[in-house]
Each structure stands twice: as C-alpha cells, then as structure tokens.
C-alpha cells in the first residue's frame, strides 16, 4: 500500500502566504505616508488614533524606577488591553514633559538624534496631557496607578538606568568594577544627578493633573497601597516594598481582577550595567548627610514608617557592618 504525506507547510504555507503579503503592503504604505507627512507627523496620528479609541482611559503614571514595567505588563499579561486603553508614562504635566525632553535632547544633542521609540513617546504625552485636560472639562474620568519607592534607591536606580550617559572616562575605569571604580560612581552620583524628584515628582504631576494631594492623604505603611478618588481621577497608590504581598488585593480592590500576579519585567540584573550595579549596591557607603536628606523628605515621612526608615538607613550607611549589607 502507498502513503500519500502532505508536504511540509502545504495548508499552513498557503495561510501564512496571504498574511505576509498584508505586511509587507502595510509596511511599505507606512513608508510611503511617512515620506509624504514626516515620521514626526506621522507618530503623532498614531498615538491620537490609539488615545482616541473610546475605551476608558487608564495611566500606569510613576516617576523612573518604582517597579511600573511589572505592574504594566502584568496587567497586558491579564488582557487589560480588551477593556482599557492603558499607557505607562513617567512625565504628563507641562513641566513634566519639558524638564524630560530637555534632559534628553542635551543628552542626545538634538531631537532628531533621539531614538524613534523616544520622540513617539515625547509626542504621545503630549497628546495625553491634551486629553486629560479633554475629559477634565467634559466631565470625564480618568483611572490611574502609581508607584512610590525608597528614595534613595529610585534615585540610585535611575543613575544606572541612565549608564549610556555616563562620562566614558567613568566608564573605562569600572571596567572590571574595582573599588576606585565605586568611589567614583558614588562621586559622580553625589555631585550630577538629580536627587529631588522622588519628592517632587508628585507635586508636579499627581496633584497637577488629577487634583490628588497624596501628602494631604492617609496612607498605612503596612497596607502598602491606597486607593484615593475625587470627581475626576480613581487612583492606586502602590508602595513597591510591598507590591509582591499586596498586588493581588490592591488591583483587585481597583480594577476587579481576580487572581492577579505579577510578572518580573526590567530587571537591572539583566543590563549591561550589572556588575557595576551589584558592586556598587553592596559596598556603597553613602554620608549621613545625604541620608539625612532622603529620609527627612516628605515622600519618606509619608510612605515608610520609622522602623522601615531606620532599615534603609542602615542599609546605605558608611557606618553599617558587611554583615547588614
């Protein structure tokens, strides 16, 4: 008796043929509009054809390095994206968006020179600030989740977020990490980078857009989330100290999800930096007098509870013994 097989990729090869043609036109009239429009344009259409959806609107809104990457995938891994239409910005206030472009047009050298993925972002937030105000005026609503962090470790974390800025000559001489190599980065640190954002950032965005004043409301250190409304915003307010004991219950509490868990995204042990970064955080030795400026701020006096103040102190202290690190 004779077997007949089916070639391999028969039917299936016939199904993906028409799919990779569609792509392949669909690139190629993307090409085309932004030839005749400009990419600046062109992303600009995007991103208000995608706010424009119709769906509710929901923020992922957090200052750099408190743990949001997790948050929003996690919520993309529950398909948040059927019902909501949800985006993960850092700066959505004027003064927000200025002080990020500015920071990275200086660092980039000009705006061209900034990453598409950059310049679509800058422009997505514009459009968002444009229709927060939107539904501000027609009586709309807004739901937003946001994170706050140990200051000095959101700050320590976005110096090595930012390593491809870092001077090559600091560059070259962590290359192996060696002990002169962490004097100085903890130099570099001390003296350029900006320290006040965690204590700021909430100010000029928070209660700027969405008329919240999370340092005017309670909140229990040891809940680890809270969950504030006015006529226009819903907003979570999550402690990232505590998101793996209380995530499940602070988005369920928002948003009506069951079960939720986490998925680990961003991790700075998976970055070029990481050597550096598991050095640097054993052995750091921070002055007081910095520590004293972190811990006596009001996203500090707000958020963490004595107890848990003291333990960041003596995490980062010159003082602390090798067994405390």
């Known amino acids: 008796m004779t077997l007949t097989t089916q070639p391999t990729g028969g039917r299936s090869g016939k199904r993906r043929a028409p799919r990779?043609?569609?792509?392949?036109?669909?690139?190629?009239?993307?090409?085309?509009?932004?030839?005749?429009?400009?990419?600046?344009?062109?992303?600009?259409?995007?991103?208000?054809?995608?706010?424009?959806?119709?769906?509710?609107?929901?923020?992922?809104?957090?200052?750099?390095?408190?743990?949001?990457?997790?948050?929003?995938?996690?919520?993309?891994?529950?398909?948040?994206?059927?019902?909501m239409t949800m985006y993960?910005?850092?700066?959505?206030?004027?003064?927000?968006?200025?002080?990020?472009?500015?920071?990275?047009?200086?660092?980039?050298?000009?705006?061209?020179?900034?990453?598409?993925?950059?310049?679509?972002?800058?422009?997505?937030?514009?459009?968002?600030?444009?229709?927060?105000?939107?539904?501000?005026?027609?009586?709309?609503?807004?739901?937003?989740?946001?994170?706050?962090?140990?200051?000095?470790?959101?700050?320590?974390?976005?110096?090595?977020?930012?390593?491809?800025?870092?001077?090559?000559?600091?560059?070259?001489?962590?290359?192996?990490?060696?002990?002169?190599?962490?004097?100085?980065?903890?130099?570099?640190?001390l003296d350029h980078y900006t320290h006040d954002v965690p204590d700021t950032w909430f100010d000029m965005e928070v209660k700027s857009l969405y008329g919240i004043d999370v340092f005017a409301e309670p909140f229990d250190p040891a809940r680890g989330y809270a969950i504030y409304r006015n006529d226009f915003a819903d907003m979570l307010l999550i402690k990232l100290e505590k998101l793996n004991e209380c995530a499940a219950d602070a988005i369920h509490d928002f948003l009506g999800i069951e079960n939720f868990r986490l998925e680990e995204s961003n991790v700075a042990e998976d970055k070029e930096y990481a050597s550096i970064y598991q050095a640097f955080r054993k052995q750091v030795a921070l002055p007081e007098s910095y520590l004293d400026r972190m811990y006596t701020s009001r996203v500090a006096r707000r958020f963490y509870s004595p107890n848990e103040i003291a333990a960041f102190r003596r995490k980062w202290s010159a003082a602390r013994t090798p067994e405390a690190g």
């Open 20 to 83: 990779k043609r569609f792509r392949k036109l669909r690139a190629t009239g993307k090409r085309f509009v932004i030839s005749i429009i400009g990419e600046d344009r062109y992303l600009k259409r995007r991103a208000a054809r995608q706010i424009a959806s119709g769906k509710p609107l929901l923020l992922v809104h957090t200052m750099g390095k408190v743990g949001s990457t997790s948050v929003a995938a996690s919520l993309k891994s529950r398909g948040i994206k059927r019902t």
């Open 88 to 189: 993960q910005p850092h700066f959505l206030s004027e003064e927000g968006i200025d002080f990020a472009e500015k920071l990275a047009i200086s660092r980039a050298g000009s705006w061209e020179k900034l990453t598409r993925k950059g310049r679509a972002g800058y422009l997505r937030n514009r459009l968002l600030n444009e229709e927060l105000r939107r539904l501000r005026e027609n009586g709309g609503r807004v739901k937003v989740i946001t994170m706050v962090r140990d200051p000095l470790a959101t700050n320590l974390s976005g110096l090595f977020h930012n390593y491809r800025w870092w001077p090559a000559e600091l560059k070259t001489q962590c290359d192996p990490p060696a002990a002169e190599c962490l004097v100085a980065v903890e130099r570099y640190f």
